[in-house]
């Protein structure tokens, strides 16, 4: 009997071997293809500039191409994201609760988003169907939708990940498993009128975001819910996925991305600080303006995801603390220092605000130019003030270390040339100049300092950025399915009738505007708050008459600011997890820089001339 045992346990372990062992080769296969997918994505402009110039022709339909590759980017990497259970979600409830109630509400959660993701799945195979009867064609002869087969093949993905993740022992998955056909059977065959459960649906998936369902289900749930009670065809969602994911210029997102995270992951934060150190160091409060500076320079890059506080809080808070400020102001410095940044070239969200309220791209960053200085200095002003109460004793400058340090960087400080003679040299479009960016990015850290090992930490690295862009891109995808919603039931011609209605002088609307945007940055990441709140705003500030440039400047710095607004402002998790301080802690230190950027957000909302000025002078 023993004998028939121990052959029976070790048949279980050779097939959980092989199984393990299975689910590993995929997994690194998921891998390759995401990172294969970014190399082609960065290649193919740049082969487009090199055959301008040399043969006076591109390649055919290669903007299309790079498009489509990004949607490919987005859903792999959407499903990259669910794998490793990180995407983005508004509340943690679920781990403020005591043993039982934590798995319960796991299993809650999970399969709500999982049913969400599953019925995403099956509008875009309704999608992928009548594409398939159009016939159109990507390039050649390969057919449009063989590249839209990516949708629901990544819903697909994402919904078994939720599944899996909604639960370690498999009595619960079963339990997730029952919850998941309950709310399918429940969408498909309802047993009463559907006007009847918009209300408990609603309060369903409110109850599920706040137990910790990802922020993409939330979204798609509420679009969902929306068409489904108005028997609109649910492929609605999925087509504005589509349209959204291939638009013109969103592959710069990945495309800055993966620069950003070469940089990242690199050796670039330390010789940046080093740099900034030997600059500005030596004054009294030199180290709150190196932070600011230097979080600044890294942010723009990294676009404002939350890897500056990462990737400089261990280099940066033994800095301050040598220095004698005092912990408090240190944690809440560089809380505030990690959204620094946001509004200067190649900012994600500027790029991504333009694309959705359709205003030039440049203008946008030559308008936030300015506003973005007046924040940067604001916060080095109260560091300053703060090394100055502590008695933060000042150095020497030491011209030759500074030259040391800014001969170490020149590779890297040069980066913000290669991006702007990108933007406004002429001879490279947006995508163009973010895939060169990202192009130098990667030889300057694997070619020149040779910090990251090209067979060892390339592929990471571009894992990394994949599942980032893919987090954020299914969030902005079903988002844009349920601002469609808001747009064919004409909320926006209706809020600014109200508006207009109640409101005479711009100067209150722009007060009024301020306090909303401070609850939605507080309550919404900035990329789903881009795509379901600037509809809404655009039309009332055109009816104002306030410059579409001078708006989009206000709305970024209040979303700045929405990074540090308790109690979800994304700041404050990351600085509790990355300094081991809890949230309460980390909300009190904040407070005083809060305040100070608040002054500049105002500053920023009441002088025009500081968003407006650059690019009338510059004749954009």
Same mark, same amino acid.
Request: one cysteine or more.
């Given at each position: 009997?023993?004998?028939?045992?121990?052959?029976?346990?070790?048949?279980?372990?050779?097939?959980?071997?092989?199984?393990?062992?299975?689910?590993?080769?995929?997994?690194?296969?998921?891998?390759?293809?995401?990172?294969?997918?970014?190399?082609?994505?960065?290649?193919?402009?740049?082969?487009?500039?090199?055959?301008?110039?040399?043969?006076?022709?591109?390649? !055919?339909?290669?903007?299309?191409?790079?498009?489509?590759?990004?949607?490919?980017?987005?859903?792999?990497?959407?499903?990259?994201?669910?794998?490793?259970?990180?995407?983005?979600?508004?509340?943690?409830?679920?781990?403020?609760?005591?043993?039982?109630?934590?798995?319960?509400?796991?299993?809650?959660?999970?399969?709500?988003?999982?049913?969400?993701?599953?019925?995403?799945?099956?509008?875009?195979?309704?999608?992928?169907?009548?594409?398939?009867?159009?016939?159109?064609?990507?390039?050649?002869?390969?057919?449009?939708?063989?590249?839209?087969?990516?949708?629901?093949?990544?819903?697909?993905?994402?919904?078994?990940?939720?599944?899996?993740?909604?639960?370690?022992?498999?009595?619960?998955?079963?339990?997730?498993?029952? &919850?998941?056909?309950?709310?399918?059977?429940?969408?498909?065959?309802?047993?009463?009128?559907?006007?009847?459960?918009?209300?408990?649906?609603?309060?369903?998936?409110?109850?599920?975001?706040?137990?910790?369902?990802?922020?993409?289900?939330?979204?798609?749930?509420?679009?969902?819910?929306?068409?489904?009670?108005?028997?609109? !065809?649910?492929?609605?969602?999925?087509?504005?996925?589509? #349209?959204?994911?291939?638009?013109?210029?969103?592959?710069?997102?990945?495309?800055?991305?993966?620069?950003?995270?070469?940089?990242?992951?690199?050796?670039?934060?330390? #010789?940046?600080?080093?740099?900034?150190?030997?600059?500005?160091?030596?004054? #009294?409060?030199?180290?709150?303006?190196?932070?600011?500076?230097?979080?600044?320079?890294?942010?723009?890059?990294?676009?404002?995801?939350?890897?500056?506080?990462?990737?400089?809080?261990?280099?940066?808070?033994?800095?301050?603390?040598?220095?004698?400020?005092?912990?408090?102001?240190?944690?809440?410095?560089?809380?505030?220092?990690?959204?620094?940044?946001?509004?200067?070239?190649?900012?994600?969200?500027?790029?991504?605000?333009?694309?959705?309220?359709?205003?030039?791209?440049?203008?946008?960053?030559?308008?936030?130019?300015?506003?973005?200085?007046?924040?940067?200095? &604001?916060?080095?002003?109260?560091?300053?003030?703060?090394?100055?109460?502590?008695?933060?004793?000042?150095?020497?400058?030491?011209?030759?270390?500074?030259? #040391?340090?800014?001969?170490?960087?020149?590779?890297?400080?040069?980066?913000?040339?290669?991006?702007?003679?990108?933007?406004?040299?002429?001879?490279?479009?947006?995508?163009?100049?973010?895939?060169?960016?990202?192009?130098?990015?990667?030889?300057?850290?694997?070619?020149?300092?040779?910090?990251?090992?090209?067979?060892?930490?390339?592929?990471?690295?571009?894992?990394?950025?994949?599942?980032?862009?893919?987090?954020?891109?299914?969030?902005?995808?079903?988002?844009?399915?349920?601002?469609?919603?808001?747009?064919?039931?004409?909320?926006?011609?209706?809020?600014?009738?109200?508006?207009?209605?109640?409101?005479?002088?711009?100067?209150?609307?722009?007060?009024?505007?301020?306090?909303?945007?401070?609850?939605?940055?507080?309550?919404?990441?900035?990329?789903?708050?881009?795509?379901?709140?600037?509809?809404?705003?655009?039309?009332?500030?055109?009816?104002?008459?306030?410059?579409?440039?001078?708006?989009?400047?206000?709305?970024?710095?209040?979303?700045?600011?929405?990074?540090?607004?308790?109690?979800?402002?994304?700041?404050?998790? &990351?600085?509790?997890?990355?300094?081991?301080?809890?949230?309460?802690?980390?909300?009190?230190?904040?407070?005083?820089?809060?305040?100070?950027?608040?002054?500049?957000?105002?500053?920023?909302?009441?002088?025009?001339?500081?968003?407006?000025?650059?690019?009338?002078?510059?004749?954009?």
């Amino acid at each position: 009997m023993s004998h028939w045992i121990l052959r029976g346990t070790g048949q279980r372990a050779w097939r959980e071997r092989r199984i393990a062992g299975a689910r590993r080769f995929f997994h690194e296969g998921e891998n390759v293809v995401v990172s294969l997918v970014l190399g082609a994505m960065a290649a193919l402009p740049i082969a487009e500039i090199a055959l301008r110039g040399t043969i006076g022709t591109g390649i !055919p339909a290669s903007n299309s191409i790079v498009q489509h590759l990004t949607l490919v980017v987005g859903m792999l990497g959407g499903a990259l994201a669910a794998r490793e259970a990180r995407l983005l979600s508004l509340s943690t409830g679920a781990a403020l609760l005591p043993g039982r109630l934590r798995s319960a509400a796991r299993i809650l959660s999970g399969s709500a988003a999982a049913a969400i993701s599953v019925l995403l799945c099956l509008a875009s195979v309704q999608f992928v169907l009548a594409e398939r009867e159009g016939g159109n064609m990507l390039f050649g002869r390969v057919p449009l939708w063989v590249v839209q087969l990516i949708l629901p093949i990544g819903f697909g993905l994402v919904a078994i990940r939720l599944l899996r993740h909604s639960s370690y022992k498999l009595p619960g998955r079963f339990a997730a498993l029952l &919850l998941v056909g309950a709310v399918i059977w429940i969408v498909l065959r309802p047993p009463v009128p559907r006007g009847s459960l918009v209300v408990p649906a609603f309060i369903s998936l409110l109850a599920a975001t706040a137990l910790g369902a990802p922020v993409f289900t939330a979204l798609g749930g509420a679009a969902l819910i929306l068409f489904w009670a108005a028997d609109v !065809p649910i492929a609605s969602i999925p087509v504005e996925t589509y #349209r959204l994911v291939v638009s013109p210029m969103l592959p710069t997102i990945p495309l800055f991305t993966l620069a950003g995270y070469f940089f990242a992951e690199g050796g670039a934060s330390r #010789r940046l600080v080093r740099v900034f150190h030997a600059l500005a160091g030596w004054v #009294r409060g030199g180290p709150a303006i190196v932070t600011a500076l230097v979080c600044a320079f890294f942010t723009s890059f990294t676009g404002a995801s939350g890897v500056t506080i990462l990737a400089l809080g261990g280099l940066l808070m033994p800095v301050l603390l040598a220095e004698r400020y005092s912990e408090r102001n240190s944690l809440g410095l560089l809380t505030a220092a990690g959204s620094l940044g946001l509004l200067f070239p190649p900012s994600l969200p500027v790029i991504l605000y333009g694309i959705v309220s359709h205003t030039p791209i440049d203008r946008m960053f030559l308008g936030g130019f300015l506003p973005g200085i007046l924040m940067v200095g &604001l916060t080095a002003w109260w560091g300053r003030r703060q090394g100055a109460k502590s008695r933060v004793p000042s150095t020497r400058f030491d011209p030759r270390e500074a030259r #040391r340090a800014l001969w170490e960087a020149k590779w890297e400080l040069l980066l913000p040339v290669v991006v702007l003679v990108g933007l406004f040299g002429g001879f490279a479009t947006l995508v163009e100049a973010a895939a060169l960016t990202a192009l130098y990015a990667f030889i300057v850290e694997t070619c020149v300092y040779r910090d990251l090992k090209i067979k060892k930490d390339v592929l990471r690295v571009m894992t990394e950025c994949g599942i980032l862009v893919g987090g954020v891109l299914l969030i902005l995808g079903v988002a844009l399915g349920f601002t469609n919603y808001l747009v064919d039931a004409e909320v926006p011609a209706r809020a600014v009738s109200w508006v207009k209605g109640a409101i005479d002088s711009p100067l209150v609307f722009l007060l009024l505007l301020n306090v909303f945007l401070l609850i939605v940055g507080c309550l919404m990441d900035i990329f789903s708050a881009i795509v379901v709140v600037v509809p809404l705003i655009a039309p009332i500030g055109e009816a104002f008459g306030i410059n579409p440039i001078h708006l989009g400047i206000i709305f970024l710095a209040n979303m700045e600011l929405g990074y540090l607004t308790p109690p979800v402002g994304m700041n404050l998790f &990351l600085a509790s997890y990355r300094f081991g301080k809890p949230l309460p802690e980390v909300y009190r230190s904040v407070i005083p820089m809060l305040l100070v950027l608040l002054a500049g957000v105002f500053i920023i909302t009441y002088v025009p001339a500081l968003t407006t000025a650059l690019p009338r002078w510059l004749g954009r």
